[in-house]
T-cell receptor
Framework: AQKVTQAQTEISVVEKEDVTLDCVYE???????LFWYKQPPSGELVFLIR??????QNEISGRYSWNFQKSTSSFNFTITASQVVDSAVYFC??????????????FGQGTELSVKP | EPEVTQTPSHQVTQMGQEVILRCVPI?????FYWYRQILGQKVEFLVS????????KSEIFDDQFSVERPDGSNFTLKIRSTKLEDSAMYFC????????????FGEGSRLTVL
């Protein structure tokens, strides 16, 4: 069965610190997709990144970077030089590739990041 | 930039009443979804919809729930007889592809059942 675990419920950092949000997933599929979404206090879900299971290359986008390691079933997200605007709940999610009629996303519990000035 | 829009943003209803939540997905998207998030909890899948029929649904999506795309643009979620535990944020989402594409979410409709 597929499952996503975000063990960190809350993280609090001071502005300009680096912070890593952990995500561990379980799936029996060889083809799958991993996502990160941001949910700011306003409540909407903002797409950040998608990764497929065949692409383990790490990705950097500005202050954001993602480390995908199939050997440990992890897809961790790092924010470098955090800012107050990064304060939000971050969700990791898994989508299995065998579903070709609209594969559902399985979300983790979310990590609430609080960046203090 | 195209976006998914949802109405109403907040609805308060009495237990036992019917509620319809509306969504306008991104125009060239073919797959539509409803998710729900009970306050402070994770986002849970309810249902996916493709080619005018339900393609997958969760255990949460029981006979009280139904979805339809009545006019080719709107995608609605109906809760027939609301219960207190239906109080949650309901997110509509759409995607171009079914297995690979990212989901774009609306801003959510907060349902409060009294």
């Amino acid at each position: 069965a597929q499952k996503v675990t975000q063990a960190q419920t809350e993280i609090s950092v001071v502005e300009k610190e680096d912070v890593t949000l952990d995500c561990v997933y379980e799936t029996r599929d060889t083809t799958y997709y991993l996502f990160w979404y941001k949910q700011p206090p306003s409540g909407e879900l903002v797409f950040l990144i998608r990764r497929n299971s065949f692409d383990e290359q790490n990705e950097i986008s500005g202050r954001y970077s993602w480390n995908f390691q199939k050997s440990t079933s992890s897809f961790n997200f790092t924010i470098t030089a955090s800012q107050v605007v990064d304060s939000a709940v971050y969700f990791c999610a898994l989508r299995e590739g065998r579903s070709n009629q609209g594969g559902k996303l399985i979300f983790g519990q979310g990590t609430e990041l609080s960046v203090k000035p | 930039e195209p976006e998914v829009t949802q109405t109403p943003s907040h609805q308060v209803t009495q237990m036992g009443q019917e509620v319809i939540l509306r969504c306008v997905p991104i125009s060239n998207h073919l797959y539509f979804y409803w998710y729900r998030q009970i306050l402070g909890q994770k986002v849970e899948f309810l249902v996916s919809f493709y080619n005018n029929e339900i393609s997958e649904k969760s255990e949460i999506f029981d006979d009280q729930f139904s979805v339809e795309r009545p006019d080719g643009s709107n995608f609605t979620l109906k809760i027939r007889s609301t219960k207190l535990e239906d109080s949650a944020m309901y997110f509509c989402a759409s995607s171009v592809g079914g297995g690979t594409g990212e989901l774009f979410f609306g801003e959510g409709s907060r349902l409060t059942v009294l």
